[in-house]
Protein backbone atom coordinates (compact mmCIF):
# COMPACT_ATOMS: atom_id res chain seq x y z
CA UNK A 1 0.00 0.00 0.00
CA UNK A 2 2.60 2.57 0.94
CA UNK A 3 4.56 1.72 -2.05
CA UNK A 4 1.17 2.47 -4.38
CA UNK A 5 0.63 5.68 -2.38
CA UNK A 6 4.36 7.02 -3.18
CA UNK A 7 4.05 6.18 -6.41
CA UNK A 8 0.62 8.05 -6.94
CA UNK A 9 2.86 11.16 -5.62
CA UNK A 10 5.41 10.65 -7.75
CA UNK A 11 2.96 10.80 -10.66
CA UNK A 12 1.59 13.80 -9.29
CA UNK A 13 4.15 15.62 -9.09
CA UNK A 14 5.55 14.61 -13.05
CA UNK A 15 2.65 15.96 -14.39
CA UNK A 16 3.59 19.43 -12.91
CA UNK A 17 6.64 18.91 -14.22
CA UNK A 18 10.98 19.21 -13.67
CA UNK A 19 10.33 17.50 -10.26
CA UNK A 20 10.65 14.14 -11.19
CA UNK A 21 14.02 13.69 -10.52
CA UNK A 22 13.77 15.07 -6.70
CA UNK A 23 11.65 12.02 -6.76
CA UNK A 24 14.27 9.44 -7.73
CA UNK A 25 15.56 7.42 -5.22
CA UNK A 26 19.11 6.91 -5.42
CA UNK A 27 18.77 3.46 -5.34
CA UNK A 28 17.31 0.71 -7.61
CA UNK A 29 16.69 -2.52 -5.91
CA UNK A 30 13.24 -2.35 -4.64
CA UNK A 31 11.89 -0.80 -7.78
CA UNK A 32 13.60 -3.63 -10.37
CA UNK A 33 12.51 -5.94 -7.58
CA UNK A 34 9.01 -4.23 -8.57
CA UNK A 35 8.67 -5.58 -11.83
CA UNK A 36 9.04 -9.48 -11.26
CA UNK A 37 5.57 -11.43 -10.73
CA UNK A 38 4.68 -11.78 -7.40
CA UNK A 39 5.14 -15.07 -7.48
CA UNK A 40 8.92 -14.45 -7.51
CA UNK A 41 8.46 -11.55 -5.07
CA UNK A 42 7.69 -14.64 -3.02
CA UNK A 43 11.57 -15.86 -3.06
CA UNK A 44 13.14 -13.31 -2.39
CA UNK A 45 14.13 -10.77 0.42
CA UNK A 46 11.14 -9.50 2.34
CA UNK A 47 8.61 -12.19 0.35
CA UNK A 48 7.17 -14.66 2.44
CA UNK A 49 9.13 -17.95 1.58
CA UNK A 50 12.40 -16.16 1.62
CA UNK A 51 11.90 -14.78 5.30
CA UNK A 52 10.40 -18.18 6.46
CA UNK A 53 13.60 -19.96 5.25
CA UNK A 54 16.15 -17.81 6.61
CA UNK A 55 13.81 -18.34 10.18
CA UNK A 56 13.98 -22.25 10.02
CA UNK A 57 17.41 -21.65 8.75
CA UNK A 58 18.55 -20.18 11.64
CA UNK A 59 16.94 -22.66 14.13
CA UNK A 60 19.32 -25.72 11.80
CA UNK A 61 22.32 -26.58 12.89
CA UNK A 62 24.57 -26.98 9.75
CA UNK A 63 22.23 -24.42 7.65
CA UNK A 64 24.64 -21.67 8.79
CA UNK A 65 28.19 -20.24 7.52
CA UNK A 66 31.04 -21.40 9.61
CA UNK A 67 31.52 -18.17 11.45
CA UNK A 68 34.68 -17.13 12.02
CA UNK A 69 35.82 -17.56 8.02
CA UNK A 70 36.64 -15.27 5.24
CA UNK A 71 34.62 -15.68 2.07
CA UNK A 72 36.36 -14.14 -0.38
CA UNK A 73 33.93 -13.36 -3.61
CA UNK A 74 35.82 -12.67 -6.93
CA UNK A 75 34.62 -9.49 -8.75
CA UNK A 76 34.33 -8.40 -12.46
CA UNK A 77 33.91 -5.03 -13.24
CA UNK A 78 32.36 -4.50 -16.66
CA UNK A 79 32.83 -1.05 -17.39
CA UNK A 80 30.64 0.22 -20.38
CA UNK A 81 31.22 3.48 -21.50
CA UNK A 82 30.62 5.49 -24.85
CA UNK A 83 34.34 5.24 -26.72
CA UNK A 84 35.72 7.75 -24.33
CA UNK A 85 39.75 7.05 -23.54
CA UNK A 86 40.43 4.80 -20.59
CA UNK A 87 40.86 7.31 -17.25
CA UNK A 88 37.90 9.67 -19.48
CA UNK A 89 34.46 10.09 -18.75
CA UNK A 90 32.25 7.08 -18.33
CA UNK A 91 36.02 4.79 -19.31
CA UNK A 92 36.80 5.46 -15.83
CA UNK A 93 40.09 4.82 -14.24
CA UNK A 94 41.38 1.65 -13.20
CA UNK A 95 42.57 3.51 -9.89
CA UNK A 96 38.55 3.84 -9.15
CA UNK A 97 37.99 0.31 -9.10
CA UNK A 98 40.90 -0.64 -7.03
CA UNK A 99 40.00 1.83 -4.30
CA UNK A 100 36.31 0.13 -4.46
CA UNK A 101 37.26 -3.30 -3.82
CA UNK A 102 39.79 -2.00 -1.27
CA UNK A 103 36.74 0.05 0.43
CA UNK A 104 34.37 -2.83 -0.52
CA UNK A 105 36.94 -5.05 2.17
CA UNK A 106 36.82 -2.20 5.15
CA UNK A 107 33.68 -2.07 4.65
CA UNK A 108 32.60 -5.90 5.09
CA UNK A 109 35.43 -6.72 7.54
CA UNK A 110 35.02 -3.57 9.83
CA UNK A 111 38.41 -2.89 9.11
CA UNK A 112 40.22 -0.68 12.16
CA UNK A 113 42.10 2.38 11.18
CA UNK A 114 39.77 2.43 7.97
CA UNK A 115 36.19 4.74 7.38
CA UNK A 116 34.40 0.89 7.81
CA UNK A 117 35.38 0.70 11.53
CA UNK A 118 32.96 1.67 13.99
CA UNK A 119 32.82 1.18 17.51
CA UNK A 120 28.69 0.76 17.69
CA UNK A 121 27.91 -2.27 19.90
CA UNK A 122 25.50 -3.44 17.08
CA UNK A 123 28.26 -3.32 14.53
CA UNK A 124 29.53 -6.22 13.63
CA UNK A 125 32.91 -7.77 10.72
CA UNK A 126 30.72 -9.86 7.69
CA UNK A 127 33.93 -11.65 7.42
CA UNK A 128 33.19 -11.53 3.90
CA UNK A 129 36.08 -9.97 1.09
CA UNK A 130 36.48 -9.72 -2.31
CA UNK A 131 39.10 -9.22 -5.26
CA UNK A 132 39.27 -8.80 -8.84
CA UNK A 133 38.70 -12.11 -10.58
CA UNK A 134 42.08 -12.82 -12.06
CA UNK A 135 40.84 -15.58 -14.54
CA UNK A 136 38.31 -15.23 -17.19
CA UNK A 137 35.41 -17.54 -17.62
CA UNK A 138 37.44 -19.73 -20.39
CA UNK A 139 40.00 -19.96 -17.49
CA UNK A 140 42.79 -17.69 -19.01
CA UNK A 141 44.34 -14.94 -16.76
CA UNK A 142 42.42 -11.79 -16.61
CA UNK A 143 42.47 -8.19 -14.56
CA UNK A 144 39.35 -8.74 -13.52
CA UNK A 145 38.13 -5.53 -15.65
CA UNK A 146 36.34 -5.25 -19.26
CA UNK A 147 35.93 -2.21 -21.01
CA UNK A 148 33.11 -2.28 -23.40
CA UNK A 149 31.55 0.16 -25.89
CA UNK A 150 28.19 0.68 -25.10
CA UNK A 151 27.05 2.76 -27.39
CA UNK A 152 24.99 4.88 -25.25
CA UNK A 153 25.81 7.75 -23.39
CA UNK A 154 23.13 6.73 -20.34
CA UNK A 155 20.99 3.75 -19.15
CA UNK A 156 17.79 3.91 -16.62
CA UNK A 157 17.64 3.02 -13.40
CA UNK A 158 16.64 -0.45 -12.36
CA UNK A 159 16.74 -1.15 -16.30
CA UNK A 160 18.48 -4.78 -17.14
CA UNK A 161 19.44 -3.69 -20.95
CA UNK A 162 22.64 -2.55 -19.84
CA UNK A 163 23.42 -6.08 -18.94
CA UNK A 164 23.08 -7.45 -22.64
CA UNK A 165 26.23 -5.68 -23.45
CA UNK A 166 28.52 -8.43 -21.37
CA UNK A 167 27.95 -10.76 -18.46
CA UNK A 168 29.99 -13.47 -16.79
CA UNK A 169 28.91 -16.45 -15.53
CA UNK A 170 27.12 -15.63 -12.48
CA UNK A 171 27.61 -18.71 -10.41
CA UNK A 172 31.08 -17.68 -10.55
CA UNK A 173 31.61 -14.29 -10.23
CA UNK A 174 30.20 -11.20 -8.65
CA UNK A 175 29.39 -9.37 -11.63
CA UNK A 176 29.62 -5.59 -11.56
CA UNK A 177 28.41 -3.14 -14.50
CA UNK A 178 29.98 0.45 -14.31
CA UNK A 179 27.67 2.47 -16.28
CA UNK A 180 26.52 6.54 -16.78
CA UNK A 181 23.23 5.98 -14.65
CA UNK A 182 20.70 8.63 -15.95
CA UNK A 183 19.72 11.18 -13.40
CA UNK A 184 20.28 11.01 -9.61
CA UNK A 185 20.04 7.21 -9.89
CA UNK A 186 23.23 5.88 -7.84
CA UNK A 187 22.67 1.58 -8.88
CA UNK A 188 20.62 -1.36 -8.06
CA UNK A 189 21.78 -4.78 -7.61
CA UNK A 190 19.29 -8.15 -7.68
CA UNK A 191 18.36 -10.24 -4.69
CA UNK A 192 19.11 -13.75 -3.83
CA UNK A 193 16.19 -16.21 -4.33
CA UNK A 194 15.66 -18.89 -1.70
CA UNK A 195 14.85 -21.50 -3.54
CA UNK A 196 14.61 -22.60 -6.82
CA UNK A 197 10.77 -22.97 -7.81
CA UNK A 198 11.07 -19.36 -7.27
CA UNK A 199 14.12 -19.01 -8.38
CA UNK A 200 14.06 -15.55 -10.87
CA UNK A 201 16.11 -16.21 -14.05
CA UNK A 202 19.27 -14.09 -12.93
CA UNK A 203 21.85 -15.79 -15.57
CA UNK A 204 23.30 -12.79 -17.40
CA UNK A 205 21.50 -10.04 -14.97
CA UNK A 206 22.57 -11.16 -11.79
CA UNK A 207 24.68 -8.29 -9.94
CA UNK A 208 25.08 -4.91 -9.38
CA UNK A 209 25.14 -1.81 -11.10
CA UNK A 210 26.75 1.58 -10.12
CA UNK A 211 26.87 4.78 -11.27
CA UNK A 212 30.59 5.70 -12.87
CA UNK A 213 30.39 8.99 -10.69
CA UNK A 214 30.12 6.90 -7.73
CA UNK A 215 32.75 4.27 -7.67
CA UNK A 216 35.59 4.45 -5.00
CA UNK A 217 37.17 7.48 -4.36
CA UNK A 218 35.46 9.15 -7.22
CA UNK A 219 36.27 12.85 -7.79
CA UNK A 220 32.92 13.81 -9.51
CA UNK A 221 30.69 13.77 -6.95
CA UNK A 222 30.45 15.20 -4.23
CA UNK A 223 28.24 13.01 -1.42
CA UNK A 224 29.16 9.74 -2.93
CA UNK A 225 32.87 9.87 -3.27
CA UNK A 226 33.44 7.23 -1.17
CA UNK A 227 32.50 4.16 -2.55
CA UNK A 228 29.76 3.58 -0.19
CA UNK A 229 27.37 2.74 -3.10
CA UNK A 230 28.98 -0.48 -3.97
CA UNK A 231 29.08 -1.29 -0.25
CA UNK A 232 25.02 -0.57 0.09
CA UNK A 233 24.36 -2.45 -3.61
CA UNK A 234 26.37 -5.55 -2.45
CA UNK A 235 24.17 -5.64 0.64
CA UNK A 236 21.38 -5.94 -1.10
CA UNK A 237 22.87 -8.29 -3.58
CA UNK A 238 23.71 -10.77 -0.09
CA UNK A 239 20.08 -10.13 1.02
CA UNK A 240 19.44 -6.74 3.27
CA UNK A 241 16.64 -4.90 2.73
CA UNK A 242 16.64 -0.99 2.91
CA UNK A 243 16.71 -0.21 6.74
CA UNK A 244 12.98 1.50 6.68
CA UNK A 245 11.70 -1.74 5.20
CA UNK A 246 10.49 0.25 2.02
CA UNK A 247 7.64 1.92 3.80
CA UNK A 248 6.59 3.56 7.36
CA UNK A 249 7.15 2.11 10.86
CA UNK A 250 5.07 -0.45 10.03
CA UNK A 251 7.42 -1.93 7.68
CA UNK A 252 10.91 -3.93 8.81
CA UNK A 253 13.95 -4.74 7.03
CA UNK A 254 13.77 -8.25 9.04
CA UNK A 255 16.42 -7.56 11.34
CA UNK A 256 16.34 -6.94 14.82
CA UNK A 257 19.12 -4.85 15.92
CA UNK A 258 17.58 -2.18 13.62
CA UNK A 259 15.67 0.28 14.65
CA UNK A 260 12.20 0.51 12.47
CA UNK A 261 12.11 4.26 10.40
CA UNK A 262 9.11 6.48 9.27
CA UNK A 263 10.89 6.44 5.32
CA UNK A 264 14.13 7.34 4.24
CA UNK A 265 16.10 10.54 4.66
CA UNK A 266 18.55 11.51 1.57
CA UNK A 267 20.95 13.20 3.80
CA UNK A 268 22.50 13.29 7.68
CA UNK A 269 21.73 13.93 10.53
CA UNK A 270 18.59 12.18 9.96
CA UNK A 271 15.94 14.18 11.37
CA UNK A 272 14.38 13.15 14.81
CA UNK A 273 11.01 13.19 13.34
CA UNK A 274 11.80 9.42 11.62
CA UNK A 275 12.11 8.07 14.39
CA UNK A 276 9.10 5.26 15.18
CA UNK A 277 7.13 5.30 18.52
CA UNK A 278 8.72 3.83 21.62
CA UNK A 279 11.70 2.79 18.91
CA UNK A 280 15.30 4.04 19.57
CA UNK A 281 16.74 6.54 17.75
CA UNK A 282 17.38 5.86 13.49
CA UNK A 283 20.82 4.31 12.87
CA UNK A 284 21.92 6.90 10.23
CA UNK A 285 25.25 5.47 9.90
CA UNK A 286 23.71 2.05 8.31
CA UNK A 287 24.95 1.26 5.28
CA UNK A 288 21.48 0.44 4.21
CA UNK A 289 20.36 3.85 4.65
CA UNK A 290 20.26 6.72 1.98
CA UNK A 291 22.60 8.41 3.61
CA UNK A 292 26.05 10.75 1.98
CA UNK A 293 28.84 7.92 1.83
CA UNK A 294 30.73 9.70 4.74
CA UNK A 295 28.07 9.22 7.04
CA UNK A 296 28.00 5.55 7.00
CA UNK A 297 29.78 2.60 8.73
CA UNK A 298 27.45 0.11 10.17
CA UNK A 299 26.69 -3.49 9.30
CA UNK A 300 24.20 -5.11 11.72
CA UNK A 301 24.68 -8.40 13.79
CA UNK A 302 21.70 -9.25 11.98
CA UNK A 303 22.41 -7.86 9.01
CA UNK A 304 25.81 -10.36 8.74
CA UNK A 305 23.51 -12.71 9.41
CA UNK A 306 21.35 -11.82 6.78
CA UNK A 307 24.25 -11.73 4.63
CA UNK A 308 26.39 -15.43 5.24
CA UNK A 309 22.79 -16.86 5.72
CA UNK A 310 22.67 -16.15 1.96
CA UNK A 311 26.09 -17.22 0.99
CA UNK A 312 25.93 -20.52 2.13
CA UNK A 313 22.48 -21.30 1.67
CA UNK A 314 20.91 -19.50 -1.55
CA UNK A 315 21.53 -21.48 -4.76
CA UNK A 316 22.32 -18.49 -6.97
CA UNK A 317 25.17 -17.76 -4.27
CA UNK A 318 26.34 -20.76 -3.10
CA UNK A 319 28.72 -21.54 -5.54
CA UNK A 320 30.39 -17.94 -5.12
CA UNK A 321 32.04 -18.39 -1.91
CA UNK A 322 34.30 -21.42 -3.35
CA UNK A 323 35.61 -20.27 -6.23
CA UNK A 324 39.25 -20.77 -6.16
CA UNK A 325 41.55 -17.91 -5.31
CA UNK A 326 43.87 -16.18 -7.54
CA UNK A 327 47.20 -17.19 -5.42
CA UNK A 328 46.07 -21.07 -6.00
CA UNK A 329 44.64 -20.45 -9.86
CA UNK A 330 47.12 -23.19 -10.89
CA UNK A 331 44.71 -25.80 -9.15
CA UNK A 332 42.39 -27.21 -11.44
CA UNK A 333 38.72 -25.75 -10.84
CA UNK A 334 36.23 -28.52 -10.56
CA UNK A 335 34.78 -29.31 -13.55
CA UNK A 336 31.12 -28.29 -14.72
CA UNK A 337 29.02 -31.52 -13.80
CA UNK A 338 26.87 -31.11 -17.22
CA UNK A 339 27.01 -29.14 -20.41
CA UNK A 340 23.52 -28.30 -22.38
CA UNK A 341 23.99 -28.97 -25.99
CA UNK A 342 21.21 -27.38 -28.51
CA UNK A 343 20.06 -28.87 -31.53
CA UNK A 344 20.45 -26.77 -34.81
CA UNK A 345 17.34 -26.19 -36.78
CA UNK A 346 15.25 -28.05 -33.79
CA UNK A 347 13.67 -25.15 -31.68
CA UNK A 348 12.99 -25.95 -28.02
CA UNK A 349 15.29 -29.14 -28.00
CA UNK A 350 18.31 -29.73 -26.61
CA UNK A 351 20.70 -32.53 -24.71
CA UNK A 352 21.97 -32.35 -21.33
CA UNK A 353 25.34 -34.23 -21.37
CA UNK A 354 26.77 -35.17 -17.86
CA UNK A 355 30.48 -35.58 -17.07
CA UNK A 356 30.77 -37.75 -14.23
CA UNK A 357 29.15 -40.60 -13.18
CA UNK A 358 26.48 -41.07 -10.68
CA UNK A 359 22.69 -40.57 -9.77
CA UNK A 360 21.66 -37.53 -10.94
CA UNK A 361 18.18 -35.82 -9.87
CA UNK A 362 17.43 -32.80 -12.88
CA UNK A 363 14.80 -30.21 -12.29
CA UNK A 364 13.19 -27.69 -14.46
CA UNK A 365 11.62 -24.71 -13.57
CA UNK A 366 9.81 -21.67 -15.49
CA UNK A 367 11.43 -18.24 -15.11
CA UNK A 368 7.95 -17.44 -13.24
CA UNK A 369 8.89 -20.52 -10.88
CA UNK A 370 6.40 -23.22 -12.16
CA UNK A 371 7.86 -26.79 -12.25
CA UNK A 372 7.76 -28.55 -14.82
CA UNK A 373 10.11 -31.82 -14.45
CA UNK A 374 11.51 -34.03 -12.04
CA UNK A 375 13.65 -37.14 -12.48
CA UNK A 376 16.46 -38.97 -11.46
CA UNK A 377 19.36 -40.36 -13.56
CA UNK A 378 21.74 -42.75 -13.21
CA UNK A 379 24.40 -40.92 -15.38
CA UNK A 380 27.64 -41.75 -16.76
CA UNK A 381 30.45 -39.92 -18.18
CA UNK A 382 29.42 -38.47 -21.86
CA UNK A 383 26.14 -39.69 -21.17
CA UNK A 384 23.26 -37.60 -22.58
CA UNK A 385 19.71 -37.20 -22.30
CA UNK A 386 17.26 -35.18 -24.60
CA UNK A 387 14.76 -32.52 -23.74
CA UNK A 388 12.05 -31.37 -25.98
CA UNK A 389 10.43 -27.40 -24.75
CA UNK A 390 8.76 -26.62 -28.26
CA UNK A 391 5.61 -27.29 -26.48
CA UNK A 392 5.86 -25.07 -23.52
CA UNK A 393 6.19 -21.31 -24.12
CA UNK A 394 9.22 -19.93 -25.62
CA UNK A 395 11.17 -18.12 -23.10
CA UNK A 396 13.95 -18.63 -20.31
CA UNK A 397 14.49 -21.98 -17.66
CA UNK A 398 16.33 -22.74 -15.68
CA UNK A 399 17.90 -26.62 -15.24
CA UNK A 400 19.12 -27.75 -11.95
CA UNK A 401 21.14 -31.42 -11.51
CA UNK A 402 22.45 -32.37 -7.77
CA UNK A 403 24.81 -34.93 -8.37
CA UNK A 404 27.51 -36.38 -5.97
CA UNK A 405 27.24 -33.92 -3.41
CA UNK A 406 27.46 -30.87 -5.81
CA UNK A 407 24.32 -28.99 -7.47
CA UNK A 408 24.46 -26.31 -10.61
CA UNK A 409 21.84 -24.02 -12.23
CA UNK A 410 22.11 -23.78 -15.85
CA UNK A 411 19.56 -21.48 -17.97
CA UNK A 412 18.09 -22.86 -21.05
CA UNK A 413 16.25 -20.83 -24.18
CA UNK A 414 13.55 -22.43 -25.62
CA UNK A 415 13.28 -20.00 -28.60
CA UNK A 416 10.35 -19.23 -31.11
CA UNK A 417 10.32 -21.89 -34.17
ZN1 LIG B 1 19.24 0.30 -1.83
Avoid at 196 to 209: A, E, N, S
Avoid at 387 to 414: C, D, H, I, K
Amino acid sequence: MKFQYWLALGLVWACFGGLQAQTQEPCGTALAVQKLTPEQRRFLPGGQAFEQALRVGATQHGSLCDSGIVYRIPVVFHVVHNGEPIGTGDNIAEARLQEQIDILNQDYRRRPGTLGFNTDPRGADAWIEFYLACRDPQGNPHTGINRINGQRDTWVLADNSLKDVISWPTDRYLNFWVADIEGSGLGWATFPASTLPGLPITQGTDGVVIDRGAVGYSTTSRLYNKGRTATHEVGHWLGLLHIWGDGDCSATDFCEDTPPQNGYFLQCPIPSALACPGEPAPMQRNYLQYTPDTCMNIFTRDQVYRMRYVLCNTPDRVTLRNQAPCTTHTQPQARPLFQILYLPGLAGQFRLAFAEAGRARIVLYSADGKYLLDQTVDADPGQQVSYNLSTFAPGTYALLVTQNGRQEVRRVVNRVR
